[in-house]
């Protein structure tokens, strides 16, 4: 059952067995879980079923200027939350990304890849990718092209797999369907209420933007809701615990993590198409749905002691002949209409994320008659384009390559998330943003950047410029920027000095609260974080249902 709390027709209150609060890939993963179980579910979603301004709002806050990264930008409040602008990547860690590293300070989860490889397992179903294998840290398929060859013990080509699943609108259905799960939309978390000592939540707190108030009283509670939003509800839950919930000893918010970003260089070589096109991302109709990407090897961090990385190759298009800027200026038209408050706000929050060098701008035309002439002036422009293409080779030529790094960032207890002194429209304090670097993370980018830009070039044939500031050793002006890949806020531990959660992603010290998500990540590699987020989600899914069942033997509910 999918109901509107903004409608006002629903009770102020609400009892189940398992509130989950965040209705993105974690959240909605987790009461898919329980359907047709003896168990009932309450899913809290702040956002609708599409992108509202209004509620997107509430992701606003404040952040440090050093290494901007806005929170108002950089997430959605939605249902099927910020994956309904995903790529669809999808990458299991590799085992060492899950292990201590003696070189990365805080490294090491309190479980390994042997435990959550089942559970990947899974996700790869509920991700839709079936058909395709996987193993350490990489899928295993047939990709479109046969990538460079590089010298295994630097570079490695890793595989992704491209996931078609829009979770908010896959499993939709399936949740409005459900006897047992009620989806309440437009209904935000404003605190997690607990008993005197704090050890156990006993009911949460929800209200709408149109002033709906009420509770939700469950056996166990789940925060979902993402890498940044989950500390910020632990934080805000004080009324009991000052400093908020699982907070005991000041972790929560601390070790805030994206995969930073940033231009490492240029190659130019007479032949660009035969460095890009293998780690192009297009594809047809019968094309797969795995494609690689340039890392470096385990050998190389464990020999170099730097963190993990890939480089995407971008090619950066001359100057576009007449015919194709014609054709592609009929496609903008005929693509044009009218776009929806949801498709404007998708519009602004993809273009916030954009880290990729940008492609040729294309007017949409007012003159559809002025672009058709062109368009048949031009026509040789697009034979010639047509050749290309039969050819395997880009419609238009690459005057050059930009190499683009995408990086782990070491566990860094002063990158964290508080709350600002600002409030939003239900009354909260707003989030602040405090994201911060260390010497491994610089070190790290200039010893990567020299083994991309000399590797990709020998394979290649070309010749690789790296970035002024990669020697300029100037770090307080480092450019790089986020992917909106928020991690390790509520990270997992089996100590509670060092961590938030256990291993079974309980919070220490609250018997009832469990998290969800990215923000658990101790450490990230640099993997798309959503494939993992699903699996650790099923694990929990696996975890809670034993938890109620033993409620239920016992005869306590």
Request: hydrophobic content about 40%; some cysteine.
């Amino acid at each position: 059952m999918i109901i509107d709390y903004l409608s006002g027709s629903h009770p102020e209150d609400v009892e189940a067995d398992l509130c989950v609060v965040g209705g993105g890939a974690a959240g909605i993963a987790i009461a898919h879980a329980f359907i047709g179980t003896p168990f009932t579910v309450c899913l809290l979603e702040s956002g609708g079923l599409a992108g509202e301004q209004r509620s997107q709002a509430l992701c606003e806050g404040s952040y440090e200027t050093r290494l901007p990264l806005d929170p108002g930008t950089s997430r959605m409040r939605v249902f099927g939350g910020s994956c309904n602008l995903w790529g669809g990547g999808c990458i299991p860690l590799g085992k060492q990304d899950m292990a201590r590293r003696d070189w990365v300070p805080h490294s090491g989860w309190p479980i390994d890849y042997a435990e959550l490889e089942p559970y990947y397992a899974r996700a790869r179903a509920f991700c839709k990718l079936d058909p395709l294998d996987f193993t350490d840290g990489t899928f295993r398929a047939p990709t479109p092209r046969a990538p460079l060859p590089f010298d295994a013990d630097t570079l490695v080509n890793q595989l992704f797999a491209r996931s078609p699943v829009l979770f908010g609108d896959a499993y939709r259905d399936a949740l409005a369907q459900a006897a047992n799960v009620k989806v309440l939309l437009h209904a935000n978390l404003l605190e997690l209420e607990a008993m005197p000592n704090g050890a156990y939540v006993r009911e949460a707190r929800i209200g709408s933007l149109g002033g709906q108030r009420g509770r939700v009283r469950a056996r166990h509670y789940v925060l979902a809701g993402g890498g940044i939003e989950n500390a910020r509800l632990l934080l805000l839950s004080g009324s009991v615990m000052p400093y908020g919930l699982g907070n005991a000893h000041d972790v929560v918010g601390r070790y805030f993590m994206d995969h930073p970003s940033g231009k490492l260089g240029t190659l130019t070589t007479d032949a660009p198409h035969r460095v890009t096109r293998p780690y192009e991302r297009r594809h047809g109709r019968n094309a797969p749905t795995s494609f690689p990407e340039i890392a470096l090897s385990p050998h190389f961090q464990r020999r170099h002691r730097v963190l993990n990385g890939r480089v995407h190759p971008f090619g950066v298009e001359g100057p576009l002949p007449r015919g194709i800027r014609a054709l592609r200026e009929l496609r903008s038209a005929l693509r044009h209409a009218v776009p929806d408050e949801n498709a404007l706000l998708e519009a602004r929050l993809s273009e916030a994320l954009r880290n990729a060098p940008a492609a040729q701008a294309i007017a949409v035309p007012q003159n559809l008659g002025l672009t058709t002439l062109r368009l048949g002036l031009g026509i040789g422009d697009i034979a010639r384009a047509f050749a290309h293409k039969l050819a395997d080779r880009p419609a238009v030529t690459s005057s050059h390559i930009e190499l683009v790094g995408y990086f782990e960032q070491a566990p860094n207890p002063d990158s964290r998330i508080t709350l600002g002194r600002e409030i939003d429209a239900l009354g909260q304090r707003k989030v602040h943003v405090d994201w911060r670097l260390t010497p491994l993370d610089h070190y790290t980018y200039r010893t990567a950047a020299a083994a991309f830009g000399t590797g990709i070039a020998r394979a290649g044939q070309a010749r690789f410029v790296p970035e002024p500031w990669l020697a300029d050793g100037d770090t307080a002006s480092t450019p790089v920027h986020g992917t909106a890949h928020h991690m390790g806020t509520t990270r997992m531990s089996e100590d509670p000095r060092t961590g938030v959660v256990d291993r079974d992603c309980k919070v220490h010290g609250v018997d009832n609260l469990h998290v969800a998500g990215s923000s658990v990540f101790p450490t990230a590699g640099w993997a798309f974080p959503t494939f993992t987020i699903v699996a650790l989600s099923l694990r929990l899914a696996d975890h809670l249902r034993g938890l109620l069942a033993d409620y239920a033997s016992g005869g306590l509910i």
